[in-house]
């Protein structure tokens, strides 16, 4: 039997549904022959689901046992994480108690060669705009993986100059600073990728929301003109193949 990969993504909405729709055809493509199953950690969005009457979703423990009861004895749980946090560190506790052995699929930004590979997933967007600051906002966390930020920062730097700015919605680097920074830099123009997976609850509220305390509302009061792209880096070319990268180093190491 060929290893099954099991896709470990954190939430589902409907528009993350398209971002891992286009994932999973690239998956299915690259891994002919391989079981592909998405499971999905979140148990706050699986309760809501429920409680709007949508099909359940299952977690990845779930499909591991069914896997297992079906004579498997290996899998790949690939993370559909963007950072090595909290959630990821949640998923390996949680695969660790199966009885089915697995070989772990790191999240996107795992190495220095992953932060440069995303820089190129970026560059047509960041070349199309060579007269603006490019503001990166991502998630942001407690876990010690906030480095990521900060390295990706320099990783974009090195690559197009002094006009890229990484900030988080939560945690550091923080909006505040970011805006301040852009403004005194002398930018009235400012590109926003929304460094998320998918474009969900934080790019509507936090991003894109017209409250005074949205990153868009803050930089137009600084007297900036902004830009937002409207969708998370799930769709660019090139992440699903990062993705696809570090299925194949986890099957590798599974012994045959």
Request: charge should be negative.
């Amino acid at each position: 039997m060929q290893i099954p990969i099991v896709m470990a993504a954190f939430g589902t909405t409907s528009r993350a549904e398209a971002t891992y729709r286009i994932i999973d055809a690239h998956i299915r493509k690259a891994f002919p022959g391989h079981e592909v199953h998405w499971a999905y950690s979140s148990r706050m969005i699986k309760g809501l689901r429920q409680g709007q009457g949508k099909k359940s979703i299952n977690h990845p423990h779930e499909i591991l046992r069914e896997l297992h009861a079906r004579g498997h004895g290996w899998a790949v749980v690939q993370s559909v994480h963007l950072i090595g946090g909290h959630e990821f560190v949640r998923l390996l506790e949680e695969i660790r108690q199966e009885e089915i052995r697995t070989s772990v699929g790191m999240p996107l930004l795992t190495t220095p060669a992953d932060l440069l590979r995303v820089g190129h997933c970026l560059e047509p967007i960041i070349r199309a705009h060579p007269e603006k600051a490019i503001l990166l906002p991502g998630h942001g966390t407690d876990h010690p993986a906030w480095t990521t930020y900060p390295a990706l920062q320099q990783t974009l730097g090195r690559m197009f100059g002094d006009r890229i700015f990484v900030g988080a919605v939560e945690q550091f680097p923080p909006s505040e600073g970011l805006i301040e920074e852009i403004a005194a830099a002398g930018f009235k123009e400012v590109l926003v990728i929304p460094f998320l997976l998918v474009a969900g609850m934080h790019y509507h509220q936090d991003l894109m929301s017209e409250e005074a305390d949205s990153w868009g509302s803050r930089l137009r009061e600084a007297g900036i003109s902004v830009t937002i792209i409207p969708e998370g880096i799930g769709n660019l070319a090139g992440i699903s193949e990062i993705f696809r990268d570090h299925i194949r180093e986890a099957l590798d190491v599974i012994p045959r």
